[in-house]
């Protein structure tokens, strides 16, 4: 009976001993959020040290919103997954833990093996703060019947893209559905020179903003595209898949939930990159300054597990993100939508580390929404942005 007692006093020492870390993430659409729990808990059972139990904080901005609620009330999670916007900021603010000393476990294999525009994001001149997982790129996912049939190439430059629209357009159809979202925007105006930010402050009526947005009014007008807000994906989605449009422009990860469905293969589906240097869709796994340096050694545990080959393709092949190390992207490129995705990362770039960028972002959304759906002339509803981004 003593024997056992102390077995069990054993036993319960070493079930104590392990680091739990709660990990905050946005993800909602699935498979993300299966897969994401998936992964934590095979991790969980390969080692003794660490249990990291993943909790969803709500979308990009509710989480957001939660996190500053957090800071204010000093209780925050130890790790994020957080979208680069909102990374920068806390980045800059020295919310974050500098992972520099933790990275020596990191084999020079690995990190040569990730993208530079993924792993230079996580880092500036103090330290580095991040680590990239989940990317994704934005595309253009076509209805390939409807090109074959209208003759329509697919477009290597905006001006294309814009004669695509309206050759696809007819009675009852518009060639795109565009949504209002500042990600997508910021592609259209960084592929062709342009910039949103100016000596780290905004710069919305940079000439190459005011005329992307005009050019995006005159598809409407013409009714060449039809405008659904940040929150309407869905309903572009459904666009699409109608025929009411033949072009939506999405991020790779969108794939799983908007185009598996009956539909998909009779319109020959397919995606497209995005003219020019698109911005890159990347989250970085983050630790908190309040947490142990056994927390911050478990999520760098963790962030090693994810990226494991294995791990990393079926995150690639069933959530549709973008692998982060170029020699799993290279395991992937049979599947035309991540071919595509691939190729635009490739190309892609991030938008300017500016804290402050997370705010002017929400302004352009709302000018961009004002000129599609509210019929606001382009320059007032982008000079109205850049007065409150100035605030």
Do not use: C
């Amino acid at each position: 009976m003593k024997r056992l007692s102390v077995l069990m006093l054993l036993l319960l020492g070493a079930a104590q001993a392990k680091t739990e870390i709660k990990l905050w993430h946005y993800l909602s659409a699935e498979p993300a959020p299966t897969l994401f729990n998936q992964f934590a808990a095979e991790f969980n059972k390969s080692q003794d040290d660490y249990v990291i139990r993943p909790e969803y904080a709500g979308g990009y901005k509710e989480m957001d919103q939660k996190i500053i609620a957090g800071l204010r009330a000093n209780n925050t999670p130890p790790a994020l997954l957080v979208d680069n916007a909102f990374f920068v900021r806390l980045m800059q603010s020295g919310q974050l833990k500098d992972l520099d000393k933790y990275t020596g476990v990191i084999p020079e294999s690995l990190s040569s093996d990730i993208y530079p525009v993924a792993w230079n994001m996580g880092k500036n001149k103090e330290g580095r703060f991040g680590l990239p997982w989940a990317a994704s790129s934005m595309l253009m996912f076509f209805n390939g019947a409807a090109f074959k049939a209208k003759n329509v190439a697919l477009p290597d430059t905006w001006p294309e893209f814009y004669t695509a629209a309206q050759k696809l357009t007819s009675r009852g159809t518009s060639g795109v559905s565009f949504i209002t979202e500042s990600w997508i925007f910021a592609s259209m105006v960084y592929s062709q020179g342009g910039d949103l930010v100016k000596d780290n402050k905004p710069n919305l009526l940079d000439p190459v903003v005011i005329e992307s947005l005009q050019q995006l009014v005159n598809l409407k007008n013409k009714k060449a595209l039809i405008p659904r807000a940040t929150g309407e994906v869905q309903n572009a989605v459904i666009d699409f898949l109608r025929t009411k449009t033949f072009m939506v422009v999405a991020p790779s990860s969108a794939f799983p939930l908007a185009f598996k469905n009956p539909n998909y293969l009779s319109l020959q589906v397919s995606a497209y990159p995005l003219p020019g240097s698109s911005i890159a869709g990347e989250s970085q796994l983050a630790v908190m300054k309040s947490a142990s340096d056994a927390q911050t050694k478990g999520v760098m545990e963790f962030w090693k597990f994810l990226l494991k080959p294995d791990n990393l393709r079926k995150w690639s092949t069933d959530a549709y993100y973008v692998p982060v190390r170029k020699s799993v992207a290279k395991q992937v490129m049979n599947d035309p939508i991540l071919a595509a995705a691939v190729k635009s990362f490739e190309r892609s770039q991030n938008l300017p580390a500016v804290p402050q960028l997370d705010d002017w972002r929400l302004d352009l959304e709302i000018a961009i929404e004002k000129a599609l759906k509210g019929n606001v002339p382009v320059e007032q509803a982008l000079k109205e942005a850049q007065q409150n981004a100035l605030k």
